[in-house]
């Protein structure tokens, strides 16, 4: 047989019987009804219907979801939460437009910026000394900027963060409407919480959420909501420009499936792994809702050396999601069980946790002198960070993960900023890319 290296290192890594407490949400089990993908792997025929012509089956198991979750429309989406966050700013705001943008917004918001030329007023969200990550974003925060910026016609944050950390969306939406603007949610990291209580998201006039990250469904998959601000046909018309004209109909299948199995068992497994989520919070030295309101599911340990306790715990074939200088996070489901807890639970046992001291807060963003449009599309050359002072940042500069920029595309590459990126050791010292102006 001929060499395979990207198949053969899959395989041979899943044969290490991991623990994975990472995305995708269904760890490794077996998804079902999917074990024959070939056999339901269409093209657009008639029996099969359209995804970006609406109707069909295709429509009746996105109406499901849209049921499911409280909204008025859903679209399925095959090229992950990006797609998704691409078009819901296409439909948020025209080309030129003003947009409040959560600092810690996905890369794909930021790329959404340069492709659609908005201009950011950007969002810092409070720090949380202690706990030293971004707390939930402030309405009074926004409606200081809305007040001072009436030009904004949408925002845009982030809920949950990577962290879990949960803001108030229905006090969100409130103050956008009632300054005639739109609310869009990146919520990539909570499909699964409508299932698990009331946490807000359907307060959106759009939604985003990844299948893939936290329900057991394959990588990619995501959907696309709106709670009737905008249309289905709308939905449609705005991915079919990000999305792929061939979209798989075995990852749509895999929402349908999802979707079922989340209302015929899957949630009463996902409140059993939110109890032991509070268990191992109230065990280790962790992120609680004493810091912030948070994901129940979202288990974020804290370490006087966050890289060296991911070492560790992946020497003991426990792998997270990501670490950071003071924090490890897990991403734990309804596919964990309580084999995978013992597992988890063992191996915490035997590394360094401890409360960690308050993780510094980046400094107040640089001056921006290009657009993030002119920044993106612009001349640019990479080089070491340290020498790139007084220069303009034509990508993101941003510690990954979690990806939160410290420097935003546009934005002058300042001493302060050089600082704490050293302080906080940003890992990527040699690849910035700087503006040739």
């Not at 623990?19 to 657009?44: Q, S, V």
């Not at 895999?254 to 989340?262: G, I, K, S, V, Y």
């Not at 599911?297 to 997270?320: F, H, I, K, M, S």
Request: hydrophobic share 40%.
């Amino acid at each position: 047989m001929e060499h395979t290296p990207l198949y053969d290192a899959l395989t041979a890594f899943a044969a290490r019987d991991p623990l994975r407490m990472h995305m995708p949400g269904h760890k490794g089990k077996p998804l079902l009804g999917l074990d024959n993908l070939a056999a339901i792997d269409f093209t657009e025929l008639p029996p099969t219907g359209n995804l970006f012509d609406g109707g069909g089956a295709i429509g009746e198991a996105e109406a499901l979801w849209a049921e499911a979750l409280h909204m008025d429309s859903c679209l399925f989406l095959t090229g992950g939460s990006t797609q998704g966050v691409l078009a819901a700013l296409t439909l948020a705001c025209r080309p030129g437009d003003a947009v409040l943008l959560d600092r810690g917004s996905h890369r794909s918001a930021y790329n959404a910026l340069a492709l659609l030329d908005l201009k950011p007023v950007y969002l810092d969200r409070p720090w949380l000394a202690q706990a030293g990550v971004t707390g939930p974003v402030s309405p009074e925060r926004v409606e200081e900027l809305l007040e001072s910026n009436p030009e904004i016609k949408a925002l845009c944050i982030t809920s949950p963060t990577y962290y879990g950390v949960l803001s108030d969306l229905p006090a969100l939406a409130k103050i956008m409407h009632r300054h005639g603007g739109v609310l869009m949610v990146d919520g990539a990291h909570g499909a699964h919480l409508p299932f698990l209580g009331d946490y807000g998201l359907s307060a959106a006039d759009l939604l985003v959420v990844s299948a893939h990250k936290t329900l057991p469904a394959p990588g990619q998959t995501a959907l696309l909501f709106s709670n009737g601000t905008f249309s289905h046909a709308d939905l449609r018309r705005a991915a079919s420009i990000y999305g792929s004209s061939s979209p798989s109909y075995a990852m749509m299948a895999a929402l349908d499936l999802c979707r079922a199995h989340m209302l015929e068992g899957g949630t009463d497994a996902y409140r059993k792994t939110a109890e032991e989520v509070a268990r191992l919070r109230n065990t280790f030295p962790a992120l609680t809702e004493r810091d912030a309101p948070l994901d129940p599911t979202r288990l974020v340990v804290c370490a006087p050396d966050g890289y060296a306790a991911q070492e560790a715990l992946e020497a003991r074939n426990v792998w997270p999601e990501m670490a950071d200088g003071g924090h490890v996070v897990f991403i734990l489901t309804c596919a964990d069980g309580p084999e995978d807890f013992t597992r988890l639970e063992g191996a915490l046992r035997q590394v360094d946790l401890r409360p960690c001291p308050g993780y510094p807060a980046p400094p107040a963003p640089p001056a921006g002198v290009l657009t993030p449009r002119q920044a993106l599309f612009s001349s640019r050359r990479s080089l070491p960070l340290e020498e790139a002072e007084g220069l303009v940042a034509a990508s993101q500069v941003a510690p990954y993960p979690p990806g939160v920029p410290v420097i935003a595309p546009g934005e002058r590459v300042d001493k302060k900023s050089i600082a704490y990126l050293k302080q906080i050791g940003y890992n990527t010292l040699e690849d910035v890319s700087v503006a040739v102006l």
